[in-house]
């Protein structure tokens, strides 16, 4: 299994209503990507956060392997969900790793 871990953070020009909105329309538009992507295990966005966090929202994904998550990151489905989170995001960090 591959974990792919992504934290970002919404543009800070947009006010605390539209962040809310973007949060849930990423969170909509990615986790309907389940079972609809081969070797997509699991998927999940995390938009509930503690005033002590940094990021505003979290993908949490896991993928057969690593040749699964390379498929997801150019399947059409998931690259018009990112098309969206891209336009919303100002800063995005990425950590994948494999199952220890």
């Not at 020009?13 to 973007?22: G, I, N, T, V, W």
């Not at 986790?31 to 990021?55: F, N």
């Not at 993928?63 to 498929?71: K, S």
């Not at 989170?85 to 494999?98: A, G, K």
């Amino acid at each position: 299994m591959v974990n792919h871990i992504i934290l970002w953070k919404l543009k800070s020009a947009l006010s605390e209503e539209e962040k809310a909105a973007a949060r849930a329309e990423a969170k909509r538009r990615l986790e309907s990507l389940r079972g609809k992507i081969p070797g997509l295990v699991s998927i999940r966005v995390l938009t509930d956060r503690l005033p002590t966090s940094t990021a505003d929202m979290m993908l949490d994904s896991r993928f057969e392997d690593a040749d699964a998550l390379a498929g997801y990151q150019k399947n059409p489905l998931h690259l018009e969900a990112a098309g969206f989170v891209r336009s919303v995001v100002e800063e995005r960090l990425c950590l994948d790793y494999p199952d220890a």
